[in-house]
């Protein structure tokens, strides 16, 4: 697989002679500073290509060009904004760019409940944690019938056995502070959201309010209406994909449960398997990411892997472990639910260039320090890619490919 790495543009603090040090071939990146809604034009696709080329380096996918939300719930100038769409798309083709990876979840891009959870080795990774998720929801969020909810929510596959997330919400109500809501509210709106060119940034002044604002805009969504506003987006864009030879790949939803009422449609391998018949084409196509596919509990994502790699286009490698209660977490890239060793085994197999990125690092040994991104750490991703890069090197061997580690004389 091509190395790849997730990189937030010049600003980032983790720059690109450092990632060519540790073995990066290709850059997955997004133009962060275009607003939603707005055409990328070659001018700034093509100065923010050759700048990465500068380093010996490509461009190699997009992540994300936003779906906007009137596109997902089906707004009155939905056909607008799919033009829109259109016209970055034929930009980053001619400027060379053929890989997109985007997401059709409604409001939120993905959630975590706390981004600094301590691992018994010391370092700190994501963590979801459901009753404070539900507490954000009832308590501060205030949605309506958030509560009713709760009270039937039941845990999939044997996990959660006897819990009763609403009444841990409701003892959590008891113990919180103004503070301790404050600092929930910016892991689960500001500091996963602001950064990955959502509808949420840094200073928002009322988040909550803009939270429900976005939420009410899909009353009436259910999982059919998104369905086919999905359906009606990928038909619209296919004949240019075709045209430019461009390869979509829908990022699954980020936890894989429905949340906060709305429909979530891109989570198990029905859904999946549904979206790429739905649409045959082989441009509409998918992100493996197998971490988001390992936190839910009913997914097998080996056998995902297998049944889907054929129209992968990018991978994204991290892993989930999910404790008995239903909470889940990062793994080492080495355990967790996803059986990394093994995907890399068939991804290599179908195409020894798709494009890979590790996902989610620990953060580590002063990642803390820098002000990275969440779950976006220099060190920690770094020890995952180092990882990776030898089961990579494995299973060449294996499989008979010529395995060669960038950046030395060998
Ligand atoms: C978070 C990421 C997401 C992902 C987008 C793709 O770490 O997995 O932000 O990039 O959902 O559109």
């Known amino acids: 697989m091509e190395r790849t790495w997730r990189w937030f543009g010049k600003n980032d603090r983790i720059t690109l002679a450092m990632l060519k040090q540790i073995g990066v071939e290709g850059i997955v990146t997004a133009l962060h500073d275009v607003p939603l809604g707005e055409v990328w034009t070659r001018e700034k696709i093509s100065e923010l290509r050759?700048?990465?080329?500068?380093?010996?380096?490509?461009?190699?996918?997009?992540?994300?060009?936003?779906?906007?939300?009137?596109?997902?719930?089906?707004?009155?100038?939905?056909?607008?904004?799919?033009?829109?769409?259109?016209?970055?798309?034929?930009?980053?083709?001619?400027?060379?760019?053929?890989?997109?990876?985007?997401?059709?979840?409604?409001?939120?891009?993905?959630?975590?409940?706390?981004?600094?959870?301590?691992?018994?080795?010391?370092?700190?990774?994501?963590?979801?944690?459901?009753?404070?998720?539900?507490?954000?929801?009832?308590?501060?969020?205030?949605r309506e019938g958030a509560r009713e909810e709760w009270a039937s929510f039941r845990f999939p596959q044997g996990y959660g056995e006897g819990r009763d997330v609403l009444s841990e919400a409701d003892a959590l109500a008891k113990t919180m502070t103004p503070e301790k809501d404050h600092d929930l509210v910016e892991s689960i709106v500001i500091k996963t959201q602001g950064f990955v060119s959502g509808n949420f940034k840094e200073g928002d002044e009322a988040p909550v309010q803009k939270f429900r604002d976005f939420l009410s805009l899909y009353k009436g969504i259910d999982k059919a209406k998104l369905r086919a506003n999905m359906k009606y987006f990928l038909d619209a864009i296919m004949p240019t994909c075709e045209e430019c030879g461009m390869n979509m790949c829908v990022h699954p939803d980020d936890p894989p449960i429905e949340i906060l009422g709305l429909p979530r449609i891109v989570r198990t391998e029905e859904d999946i398997r549904w979206l790429l018949e739905a649409v045959p084409n082989r441009h509409n196509g998918l992100t493996f990411c197998a971490g988001s596919l390992s936190a839910g509990a009913y997914n097998n994502v080996v056998e995902m892997a297998r049944e889907f790699?054929?129209?992968?286009?990018?991978?994204?490698?991290?892993?989930?472990?999910?404790?008995?209660?239903?909470?889940?977490?990062?793994?080492?890239?080495?355990?967790?639910?996803?059986?990394?060793i093994e995907l890399v085994r068939i991804f290599e197999k179908e195409n020894p260039s798709l494009p890979m990125r590790v996902d989610h690092g620990m953060t580590m040994l002063g990642d803390e320090e820098k002000g990275y991104n969440a779950g976006y750490s220099f060190l920690g991703r770094m020890f995952a890619l180092g990882q990776v890069q030898g089961i990579i090197a494995t299973v060449d061997r294996e499989l008979g490919i010529e395995y060669k580690q960038p950046g030395f004389f060998d």
């Open 50 to 142: 050759e700048y990465i080329e500068s380093f010996g380096m490509r461009w190699s996918v997009v992540e994300s060009l936003p779906v906007v939300e009137t596109i997902k719930y089906g707004g009155p100038d939905r056909d607008e904004q799919i033009e829109v769409y259109k016209q970055s798309l034929r930009n980053l083709s001619a400027e060379g760019i053929h890989t997109i990876c985007y997401n059709f979840m409604p409001v939120l891009d993905w959630a975590r409940t706390d981004l600094r959870h301590e691992n018994p080795n010391g370092s700190t990774n994501l963590y979801f944690n459901y009753a404070e998720f539900a507490y954000f929801d009832i308590y501060i969020l205030k």
């Open 309 to 340: 790699a054929p129209r992968t286009h990018f991978v994204h490698l991290r892993s989930c472990h999910i404790f008995p209660n239903g909470d889940f977490t990062e793994a080492s890239h080495l355990g967790g639910r996803a059986d990394i």
